[in-house]
């Protein structure tokens, strides 16, 4: 379950909950400053090609620009908070030259009470969503900037403005990831996307697997699998017609590369368990 608490380009924050499902999102960046707080169960996130576990009662902060993926594992809930590097702006006028960074393996000693403090602020706000309370998402709201306060405060360093040869490189990964995600269900071949981006093949073959961490097709199978994953959950269509409709023609590569991603069958993916947020969302409807 994926469910937006309120928008982002509305306050500058914005808070979503997954709940009781194994969760695969391939590596992607965005402009938003990422904080993914583990409520049970635990998370695996590789940020910049470095991975590490995230535990319940712990969170990872990804700064913005910064590539990740992230899975999720079966019957863990997961709390995301963005924060807008734009609008936050309004509030700290040296924000450009700020990065953010703060996972637990690698807290200094003056950082220990700070990431309690976070932790604490963390915990309230599944409890607000769960009871829902006149103005929850105002309190929501106030938690989360205090929580920005801190991570401003104790976890982060001063940094140049982007080089020139990175933000270059940004860009352009950015706009051919983008063109992946636009024509992935189609028969997609780096010889294409090469072509389309006037580079080399070989070239292009070695510039994705140096920024993005993994081989064009690597990325473009992970792109098809999370599409899959997520209308099977959401929808009845058949797996084998949505396998198709999002770019598989070898099924057996597809079972294959779904059990090492999701460790599941697709049909058994297929299977939604209930929780204290989907029941509340459940009766919700209901009503």
């Known amino acids: 379950m994926y469910e937006p608490v309120f928008k982002l380009e509305h306050t500058g924050v914005s808070i ?5 499902q194994k969760l695969y999102n391939p590596i992607h960046w965005h402009s938003a400053i990422e904080l993914i707080y583990v409520l049970n169960g635990s998370s695996a996130v590789t940020v910049s090609q470095k991975s590490r576990v995230v535990s319940a009662g712990d969170f990872v902060v990804i700064d913005a620009n910064e590539l990740h993926e992230y899975r999720y594992e079966k019957n863990s809930n997961v709390m995301v908070i963005h924060f807008s590097r734009k ?4 509030f700290v006028p040296g924000m450009r030259e700020l990065h953010f960074h703060c996972t637990q393996d690698t807290l200094q000693p003056d950082q220990y009470e700070s990431y309690k403090r976070i932790c604490q602020c963390l915990m309230e706000i599944p409890l607000l969503h769960v009871e829902q309370p006149m103005g929850y998402e105002l ?5 989360a ?3 920005f306060y801190e991570l401003l405060q104790h976890f982060t360093t001063k940094q140049p403005r982007f080089l020139t040869e990175r933000a270059n490189n940004l860009q352009r990964m950015h706009e051919i990831m983008e063109y992946i995600d636009q024509h992935y269900s189609e028969q997609l071949t780096l010889e294409e996307v090469a072509s389309h981006f006037f580079l080399n093949s070989a070239y ?7 920024h993005i961490g993994v081989t064009f097709t690597s990325y473009l199978n ?9 209308d099977i959950r959401n929808t009845k269509t058949g797996i084998m017609e949505l396998a198709e409709k999002h770019g598989f023609t070898n099924y057996k590569l597809f079972n294959r590369l779904f059990r090492s991603i999701y460790g599941c069958t697709p049909r058994e993916a297929r299977v939604v ?7 509340k969302q459940r009766d919700n409807t209901e009503l």
């Open 145 to 147: 900037m205090e929580i």
């Open 139 to 143: 309190k929501c709201h106030a938690i």
């Open 16 to 20: 979503h909950f997954y709940t009781n």
């Open 87 to 90: 609008s936050m702006r309004h």
């Open 204 to 210: 292009f073959s070695r510039l994705f697997h140096k």
């Open 273 to 279: 368990p209930v929780n204290a947020y989907t029941r």
């Open 222 to 230: 992970q792109v098809r699998i999370a599409h899959v994953y997520s």
